[in-house]
């Protein structure tokens, strides 16, 4: 190349170092872009984006035309340097030797290492411009891309390796719930939290959430009808469970609406209420929520009890407390149930054992251990593995609290300390 000046000779040596740091960022940038990001700008017509889609659907023609740029890029710019440090300096091994570590040194930072942290730095602005460019090369060198690529899937298959697929992969349940939760600086936080209820509700069941048997308001068919109109007329729900003798036999559960009218009418009896009665609805305690839910929905359903593997009563789950795992508390069965949980200036509260351990996570923002014992009561029993007496200490998963009540070999108040 003597016919050609130094300077024309080193230009050329620029042009092509840019061209291969193009190529470098292309390829970064590319593969780097988030594609549910890409997706949605497609989805709302971006044309760059629905490009940049089409390319990554054809992974192994898209990687095709970039390398093959790259690498004959970087060979014409390792050749051209031999042929400059000749000009320079003659066929000296020295010379050559030099001009190839000059050579390597550019190229790396320039075109390689540059290039390619810009890229991944700027994945999704710059896939979307890229696709403009790399869409036409794809179409000029298809022919030679289309024979590279036939060998590839050659040696691939010859290696029994699955070749490139042209689907995204879907994300599980647990990578959904990582991407919110490093999301939430972009999501008001009432949002985000219900985003990662929703994800956590498949692993929750109506165990977890039930209001347990000491707590359910019920009435007792065989108990005098004055204390059953008092006990309609104080009640905050509007359906009740109905037992007969034994708290734990259901036989059914009444609508309050239709019980109220018979009352102020003056028909209220024992016959009127027995007909009265709905057909009680039970749910094995390992039920998951989220299915509960739906079946919930889907049958038209709003209350459920909860039986062990023995059919005996632990509890009562409606579609309201499945919800409220979810958005939060937005109804209240008993005026002032949950205002009295919360911190005295001592840093202390008063909590009835038979509370459950989620609701006391929720409102005060402790960790207590949710895995065993689904109320205080249950998880003092359980890690004292025995009856305290009043005014025994304790500390679980670093929350001190203090035995205040006792009835029935069973806790009925604790004092907690704020962690």
């Not at 810009?118 to 090369?137: E, H, K, S, T, Y």
Request: glycine share 8%; aromatic share 6%.
């Amino acid at each position: 190349m003597a016919e050609y000046p130094l300077s024309a000779l080193s230009i050329a040596l620029v042009v092509l170092l840019i061209l291969s740091g193009f190529f470098s960022m292309a390829e970064t940038s590319m593969m780097a872009a988030n594609r549910y990001r890409l997706r949605h700008l497609a989805s709302q017509g971006h044309r760059g984006a629905r490009l940049a889609m089409e390319l990554l659907a054809s992974t192994d023609k898209m990687l095709g035309v970039i390398l093959l740029g790259n690498n004959l890029l970087n060979a014409a710019a390792a050749t051209l340097v031999s042929v400059i440090a000749i000009e320079l300096f003659g066929e000296e091994e020295w010379a050559l030797a030099a001009g190839t570590l000059f050579v390597t040194f550019v190229i790396l930072v320039f075109s390689e290492i540059t290039p390619k942290v810009i890229g991944a730095a700027n994945a999704d602005r710059l896939a979307v411009i890229l696709a403009f460019l790399i869409w036409p090369l794809l179409r000029i060198t298809y022919p030679l891309v289309w024979f590279v690529n036939l060998f590839v899937g050659g040696l691939l298959r010859l290696l029994r390796l699955k070749p490139i697929g042209n689907e995204t992969a879907g994300l599980t349940t647990e990578e959904l719930r990582s991407v919110v939760l490093e999301s939430s600086h972009f999501l008001p936080g009432a949002h985000s939290e219900i985003l990662i209820n929703l994800l956590d509700l498949e692993h929750i069941t109506v165990e977890d959430i039930m209001t347990p048997r000491g707590e359910i308001e019920s009435i007792n068919i065989a108990a005098p009808l004055d204390e059953i109109a008092d006990k309609l007329a104080t009640s905050f729900h509007t359906r009740l469970p109905v037992f007969e003798g034994d708290p734990g036999n259901i036989i059914g559960v009444i609508h309050m609406r239709r019980m109220v009218g018979m009352a102020l009418g003056g028909t209220l009896n024992h016959e009127a209420l027995r007909q009265d009665i709905a057909e009680p609805y039970f749910i094995p305690a390992e039920t998951p929520a989220y299915d509960q839910l739906r079946f919930f929905r889907e049958n038209r359903q709003r209350l459920g009890l909860v039986v062990d593997e023995y059919g005996e009563l632990l509890g009562l789950v409606t579609i309201e407390d499945i919800v409220e795992e979810v958005v939060g508390k937005f109804t209240t069965s008993m005026p002032g149930s949950e205002t009295a949980y919360c911190w005295d200036n001592a840093g202390a509260v008063l909590v009835d054992g038979s509370s459950s351990l989620r609701k006391i996570n929720r409102l005060l923002g402790t960790a207590l251990p949710v895995d065993g014992p689904k109320t205080l009561n249950g998880l003092i029993l359980e890690h004292l593995r025995d009856i305290p007496e009043i005014g025994v200490g304790l500390r679980i998963n670093g929350v001190a609290m203090e035995i205040i009540q006792t009835e029935n070999r069973r806790i009925k108040m604790v004092k907690i300390y704020r962690p």
